[in-house]
């Protein structure tokens, strides 16, 4: 599942590069078929607008927020994109300069206050950013385009007009959520942050969202707090990007990258720093596994550790037999990967891009098993009972179980990230296929497929093209768990048509259709088909 590419071309360096918004939908260009199946939309978020004026925005994920949709209509496909317009995306470009302080690109004061206003509008704190560049889902009826903030962005799917900024704060007390929620069937949405809990310490929240009103209220005004895990550090929470759900567990993974919040809370005002400055590594914690039943929402007390990670995805998470198996994307050890996702690293030539990647984390796709049923006794002896998996669990004498994953995929420097399963159908159950986006070095350039119980893989890949995320959408009349289509965005910077939405088959990675633009589109994070 390793790429078998390089890129000394550094055609990769084209898709962190600013993109115009159209006016109107482009027809593409069809190749193959497109399956009937498919009418609906694919939606992606990433960023568009990577600097403003003179004004660079420095990281990854800085730009601002760009919206994309391919449209699919009796085997035709258009597409369409549009920024939208948040108020730090509206205020950038209404005064010419970067406004509201990104992850890793700090706003300065404006220039023309004089000295006394800019003390003053010290004291008014942060304004946190609401530039939602990572992610759209549905809440009831509506959609929203999401970063990790407390902001959400009320869209319109359809035209891609932006509707309004919602303060997840106002709701329900957290900080801000991730950008992965887990949806059940009937439309409930579940998420994850970090928040104040009891005596002045850090927590993490989780919250429900129920499914459409009968009444047509908003469900975000019907939000709840549903459980809370402890935080292992009292004013520095880890960093979370998203968590596990099974049928009736949740699992929190606390990594030992941590948010400063002091460092938060003051350094902002004192000088020029932003969010990635008030990150830190605890170098002592390793991992910590927390679970909690979903319903009713409670704690399970009990200290699952295991040695350093790093974590942005999970694949998919399900209980067999007494245990939750909890499969993941991780990086060894406690470093922050973000450190290498500056866009100066991004945009560097091949070499130095694999040098840079030769001092990094490195990726593992991991599955680590929990028991449930914990007995005192069962001290030094691997609790895990499951024929299927090499993981283990050991009870230690202070009550602690050190969890031993096993690997499923690992190859240097090669990532499968931003995971994707047949969510409909297998989300918080037993399954079979992940499929992924393969990184070379951080750089985006295959499809891969992982048998997770057979540890068999596939890869599309063709040279100098660099997909996003592979999307699942299954077959109608589906029998197997893969039967149906995966849609990924493939930049190809040297061609005539610099763009093309790719349609292949689940089951092999063959190629089914694809549908050329005559535009460049630049990197996009995460999204979702809307049928």
């Given amino acids: 599942m390793a790429s078998r590419f390089e890129h000394p071309a550094g055609g990769?360096?084209?898709?962190?590069?600013?993109?115009?918004?159209?006016?109107?939908?482009?027809?593409?260009?069809?190749?193959?078929?497109?399956?009937?199946?498919?009418?609906?939309?694919?939606?992606?978020?990433?960023?568009?607008?990577?600097?403003?004026?003179?004004?660079?925005?420095?990281?990854?994920?800085?730009?601002?927020?760009?919206?994309?949709?391919?449209?699919f209509k009796n085997g035709q496909v258009t597409y369409f994109r549009k920024f939208v317009r948040t108020d730090a995306y509206v205020r950038a470009i209404t005064e010419k300069r970067v406004v509201i302080t990104e992850f890793g690109t700090f706003a300065y004061p404006d220039p023309c206050k004089n000295i006394f206003s800019r003390f003053f509008s010290y004291f008014k704190g942060v304004e946190v950013t609401d530039n939602?560049?990572?992610?759209?889902y549905p809440v009831g009826e509506d959609f929203y385009a999401v970063t990790e903030t407390n902001y959400i962005t009320k869209v319109n799917t359809d035209t891609l007009e932006t509707l309004k900024k919602v303060d997840m704060c106002n709701y329900i007390n957290i900080n801000g959520v991730t950008a992965h929620p887990h949806i059940e069937r009937d439309g409930t949405?579940?998420?994850?942050?970090?928040?104040?809990?009891?005596?002045?310490?850090?927590?993490?929240?989780?919250?429900?969202?129920?499914?459409?009103?009968?009444?047509?209220?908003?469900?975000?005004?019907?939000?709840?707090?549903?459980?809370?895990?402890?935080?292992?550090?009292?004013?520095?929470?880890?960093?979370?990007?998203?968590?596990?759900?099974?049928?009736?567990?949740?699992?929190?993974?606390?990594?030992?990258?941590?948010?400063?919040?002091?460092?938060?809370?003051?350094?902002?005002?004192?000088?020029?720093?932003?969010?990635?400055?008030?990150?830190?590594?605890?170098?002592?914690?390793?991992?910590?596994?927390?679970?909690?039943?979903?319903?009713?929402?409670?704690?399970?007390?009990?200290?699952?550790?295991?040695a350093p990670i790093g974590m942005f995805h999970h694949i998919n998470t399900y209980e067999d037999q007494g245990f939750v198996v909890v499969d993941l994307c991780a990086w060894k050890g406690f470093e922050f990967v973000y450190n290498y996702l500056w866009l100066a690293n991004l945009r560097a030539n091949w070499d130095e891009v694999k040098k840079a990647a030769m001092m990094a984390p490195q990726p593992e796709v991991r599955r680590y098993v929990i028991p449930l049923d914990i007995h005192k006794e069962e001290q030094g002896k691997n609790l895990v009972s499951l024929p299927y998996t090499t993981a283990t669990a050991t009870m230690h004498a202070d009550g602690m179980i050190w969890l031993e994953p096993e690997v499923l995929f690992s190859g240097p420097r090669q990532a499968f990230e931003f995971p994707q399963i047949n969510y409909e159908r297998y989300g918080g159950k037993n399954y079979t296929y992940a499929y992924g986006l393969g990184l070379n070095h951080f750089i985006p350039d295959r499809i891969c497929k992982l048998n997770v119980k057979t540890k068999e893989t596939w890869v599309w890949q063709e040279p100098d093209s660099y997909p996003s995320e592979p999307l699942f959408v299954q077959t109608p009349e589906a029998v197997d768990e893969d039967d149906g289509v995966l849609l990924t965005i493939v930049a190809v910077p040297g061609s005539q048509r610099p763009a093309y939405l790719l349609i292949l088959n689940a089951k092999d990675l063959s190629e089914v259709a694809r549908a050329e633009?005559?535009?460049s589109i630049p990197v996009t994070f995460h999204g979702m088909y809307k049928p």
């Fill in 12 to 71: 990769y360096r084209k898709i962190f590069e600013t993109a115009e918004e159209l006016a109107e939908a482009l027809p593409a260009t069809v190749t193959g078929r497109i399956p009937s199946f498919l009418k609906g939309s694919l939606l992606r978020l990433g960023p568009g607008l990577f600097e403003v004026g003179d004004e660079p925005f420095y990281h990854l994920f800085d730009g601002q927020a760009l919206m994309h949709k391919f449209d």
């Fill in 189 to 306: 949405v579940y998420n994850i942050g970090n928040c104040m809990g009891k005596g002045a310490t850090l927590a993490y929240n989780i919250v429900r969202i129920p499914p459409t009103q009968k009444d047509k209220s908003d469900p975000i005004e019907k939000s709840k707090v549903v459980v809370q895990f402890p935080s292992h550090e009292r004013f520095k929470p880890s960093y979370v990007h998203s968590f596990g759900m099974s049928e009736n567990y949740f699992v929190f993974v606390e990594t030992p990258v941590k948010i400063n919040l002091l460092k938060f809370l003051s350094a902002w005002s004192i000088r020029g720093s932003n969010y990635m400055d008030c990150f830190e590594s605890n170098e002592s914690q390793g991992t910590l596994f927390h679970i909690a039943r979903k319903d009713p929402g409670e704690y399970i007390d009990h200290k699952f550790k295991g």
């Fill in 517 to 519: 633009v005559e535009c």
């Fill in 132 to 136: 939602c560049l990572v992610n759209v």
